[in-house]
């Protein structure tokens, strides 16, 4: 099993930044992906960004060229960079483990508000 953290949320105006932090612990040598997903109110969850065990990236075109994904693996830990944020981007924002098994695991979400 996986377990997966979430932190950095908070709130932030519009064109400022803010960084995610994902910890991950259990049988982390198993983690093939590690993503990050949000859900807005009334609407569902949606793809972000993601990374692999082999560092690929990819992201949303919502976010592409805002957001960045990042790994830290000394810290057993995944980035989410947001720049330039934007009213849209408000959202729970989850934070997603792949196995080799094909499980996967959430972590309890992080708020982020963008907002004057």
């Known amino acids: 099993q996986v377990q997966v953290v979430e932190s950095g949320g908070g709130l932030v105006q519009p064109g400022g930044s803010l960084r995610l932090s994902c910890v991950t612990s259990g049988s982390i040598f198993s983690i093939s992906a590690m993503g990050w997903y949000r859900q807005a109110p009334g609407k569902q969850r949606e793809f972000i960004a993601v990374?692999?065990?082999?560092?690929?990236?990819n992201y949303a075109d919502s976010v592409k060229g805002r957001f960045t994904i990042s790994r830290d693996d000394a810290k057993n830990t995944v980035y989410l960079q947001m720049n330039s944020l934007k009213p849209e981007d408000t959202a729970v924002y989850y934070c997603?483990?792949?196995?080799?098994?094909?499980?996967?695991?959430w972590g309890q979400g992080t708020q982020v508000t963008v907002s004057s």
């Open positions: 997603h483990a792949t196995l080799i098994t094909r499980s996967n695991y």
């Open positions: 990374i692999t065990s082999g560092g690929s990236t």
